[in-house]
């Protein structure tokens, strides 16, 4: 059984293939055009966010390692409210950033097959996922690991780009450097409103921490492998966020980032590198799929716990000689489906407002692990005042960042939708606890 579990370099692959998405390479251009080059405060402050809900994760899970994390965690914590909301919360976002990674993931091969139809790749892709998730957690380590390397040294090449641009190794650019900060309608030229309005932009790559929560328990050793995978995973992903933002910032005037391509494609342009679209489209294409990945595992196993806890069909715990939930992956795998069908079928707009909705309710979950470590108590957990004062201060800034999304057009309708979706939630676990759902499953 050991040569199953994940090396500690495994588990911190997989969990930067789960968090570093095509979200950071798309979505950070509609953050900077929102909020101008303060967008770098954004990030800071959403890396400050991220490293309080995984240091609060990390040391629930070297209290007590169980699968099902922070679901089981909820319900310890807050009684089977708590479980149920965080778990089918957590599965519903899950699905739905699926669903828009896959197709976000066809879009991108059709750059180099344009007269082949999107339901083909869309097609290809969940199957290929769904059979690297069939593989069990070994091979799905492995399999994230290499693609997640990818991603990392994708990182590193712009920033490395960067500072050769910016010391004029490629050519001279004349308004490059700190002052292209302040010239173009100042750091903030769209003031709080526009600060504000890109915290969720600025949140949604560092979002998936909950994979790896998922993933440190099939580790060799949990208690003491993840405080170590989160060090590395924080402090990787927060150094190559800020110094690619930063760059980017220094060298392409803000106000000339498109939000309909990534804006290092922009950036790379610069250097003059030949065949960039295809590297970058190569780029995001694999962050695209992994963070896909990563999203079909995570929401396997929470299915896998609701239904140990029984707010879920019973039958959802049977697991195969691979130690893969078969069930709880087939009806994730449903769920893909739809929702791919959805991203068809619906209108853009309306699917952009329920992605977004989507990405509302996800860190709402967050609200929910903050508070849980905060109430939680264990002998074996060593929770300091420090660690409650931060958490607190997390717990605001997800709120402040939640309620931002109302100074944008389509982020407001999806702060609308966020609150139906966990309005339907509240209700469903009231029904369901009046007629007994649970207890017959």
Same mark, same amino acid.
């Given at each position: 059984m050991e040569d199953k579990r994940l090396s500690i370099t495994e588990l911190t692959l997989v969990g930067v293939g789960g968090i570093l998405g095509a979200g950071f390479f798309l979505a950070s251009g509609i953050a900077i055009r929102t909020a101008g080059p303060v967008v770098i405060l954004n990030y800071l402050l959403s890396a400050f966010i991220m490293s309080q809900v995984f240091y609060a994760l990390s040391q629930m899970i070297i209290s007590?390692?169980?699968?099902?994390?922070?679901?089981?965690?909820?319900?310890?914590?807050?009684?089977?409210?708590?479980?149920?909301?965080?778990?089918?919360?957590?599965?519903?976002?899950?699905v739905f950033i699926m669903g828009s990674e896959v197709t976000a993931s066809a879009i991108f091969t059709k750059y180099w097959f344009p007269h082949v139809p999107l339901w083909v790749f869309a097609? &290809?892709?969940? *199957?290929?996922?769904?059979?690297?998730?069939?593989? $069990?957690?070994?091979?799905?380590?492995? %399999?994230?690991?290499?693609?997640?390397? &990818?991603?990392? *040294?994708?990182?590193?090449?712009?920033?490395?780009? $960067?500072?050769?641009?910016?010391?004029? %190794?490629f050519h001279t650019i004349s308004h490059a450097g700190l002052k292209n900060l302040f010239i173009h309608g100042g750091f903030a030229p769209h003031g709080i409103k526009g600060f504000l309005g890109a915290m969720l932009m600025s949140l949604i790559p560092f979002g998936g921490v909950e994979v790896i929560a998922m993933s440190s328990v099939k580790a060799k050793d949990p208690k003491k492998y993840t405080p170590i995978a989160r060090r590395r995973i924080a402090l990787l992903l927060t150094t190559l966020y800020i110094l690619s933002i930063t760059l980017l910032l220094f060298i392409v005037p803000w106000n000339e980032i498109s939000t309909k391509e990534s804006p290092f494609i922009r950036l790379l342009h610069f250097a003059r590198i030949p065949y960039i679209g295809s590297i970058m489209n190569f780029v995001i294409l694999t962050a695209a799929l992994t963070t896909m990945n990563g999203a079909m595992y995570g929401v396997t196993q929470v299915l896998y716990s609701l239904g140990q806890g029984r707010f879920a069909p019973t039958f959802l715990t049977k697991k195969t000689k691979r130690d893969v939930p078969i069930y709880a992956l087939a009806l994730s795998s449903v769920g893909l489906f739809i929702a791919v069908v959805f991203s068809y079928l619906l209108p853009k707009d309306v699917y952009e407002c329920i992605t977004s909705a989507t990405g509302f309710v996800q860190f709402f979950n967050w609200v929910i692990i903050l508070y849980t470590f905060i109430k939680y108590k264990n002998p074996t957990l060593n929770k300091q005042a420090k660690d409650v004062f931060f958490s607190w201060i997390a717990i605001y800034l997800i709120f402040i960042t939640l309620l931002g999304t109302i100074f944008v057009p389509k982020q407001k309708v999806g702060f609308i939708g966020g609150i139906t979706i966990l309005t339907l939630f509240y209700l469903f676990y009231f029904i369901a606890q009046k007629i007994k759902l649970f207890d017959r499953w």
């Open positions: 007590k390692p169980v699968e099902g994390t922070f679901r089981v965690y909820a319900e310890d914590v807050l009684g089977n409210i708590g479980g149920f909301f965080s778990g089918w919360i957590y599965w519903t976002a899950g097609l &290809i892709y969940s *199957i290929l996922v769904i059979l690297v998730n069939l593989m $069990g957690t070994k091979n799905f380590g492995e %399999i994230e690991s290499w693609f997640s390397v &990818i991603k990392i *040294i994708a990182l590193f090449i712009i920033v490395t780009i $960067g500072f050769l641009l910016l010391l004029g %190794i």
